[in-house]
Each structure stands twice: as structure tokens, then as C-alpha cells.
């Protein structure tokens, strides 16, 4: 699966950025989508998910209320919408597919990046204080 993250830039914190994956693969009605980020010097973490369905979705607490992940099966893509973005936002951002996943995969499956077998090349959002 190729995956194409693309959106990142720089923004003054308070700002809003869209991120979009465009999902290369044939199975993308499939997949599980997510996105995670590196900040500098950090581990790279969970950010949101959302079901193949679009129906579920599932954030870190860091993120809930500002960010939404949303995914537009036509043009094959998922998408991820930050608000009130903070310097703290500053990272690599990566989506990841997950063919394997149930239908009712919860948080914890959907928030581990060991179960996401195809990633992005990132994307860099640098939010400025």
C-alpha cells in the first residue's frame, strides 16, 4: 500500500493545518486509518484513528476536541483537520493503514502503531508560539 501524506507547513499556534493521506492501495474501503507523529528528540505517538468505515473514530487526550480525522472513500483518502494548534503540535506527521483490522477494532488495537503495516513518508507541521 503507498500511502501519500501531504499538508503540513508552518502555522502560529492558535492556527489550523489540514493533513491529508491519499491511500495508493486497493484496499483502502478496508483499511484502518491512522495518524501519528515524531516530535524532535520524542517517540513517535498515536494521534487519531478511524474505522473503515468512517462510522468510529479514536483519539489521543492530547488531541481530543481540536483534531478530527475523517476519511472520503471516493477520492480514497483520510484526512486530518487541526485547530487551536499548539507549539506542543510540532512533530513528523505519518499516516498508517491497517488491512487487517476488524470491523470493531477498539482504542487500544487502533491506537498501536505495531498493527499498522503500511506508512507514510510524514509530513512536518511546526507550530510557532
Known amino acids: 500500500v503507498q500511502l501519500q501524506a501531504s499538508g503540513g507547513g508552518l502555522v502560529q499556534a492558535g492556527g489550523s493545518l489540514r493533513l491529508s493521506c491519499e491511500n495508493l492501495?486497493?484496499?483502502?474501503?478496508?483499511?484502518?486509518m491512522g495518524w501519528f507523529r515524531q516530535a524532535p528528540g520524542k517517540e513517535r505517538e498515536f494521534v487519531a484513528a478511524?474505522?473503515?468505515?468512517?462510522?468510529?473514530?479514536y483519539y489521543s487526550d492530547s488531541v481530543k476536541g481540536r483534531f478530527t480525522i475523517s476519511r472520503d472513500s471516493a477520492k480514497k483518502t483520510v484526512y486530518l483537520q487541526m485547530n487551536s494548534l499548539k507549539p506542543e503540535d510540532t512533530a513528523v506527521y505519518y499516516c498508517?493503514?491497517?488491512?487487517?483490522?476488524?470491523?470493531?477494532?477498539?482504542?487500544?488495537?487502533?491506537?498501536?502503531?505495531?498493527?499498522?503495516?503500511?506508512w507514510g513518508q510524514g509530513t512536518l507541521v511546526t507550530v510557532s508560539s
Open positions: 492501495g486497493r484496499t483502502f474501503n478496508r483499511d484502518l
Open positions: 498508517a493503514a491497517d488491512r487487517n483490522a476488524i470491523l470493531s477494532a477498539g482504542p487500544s488495537y487502533s491506537s498501536n502503531q505495531e498493527n499498522y503495516e503500511s
Open positions: 478511524i474505522s473503515r468505515t468512517g462510522t468510529t473514530t
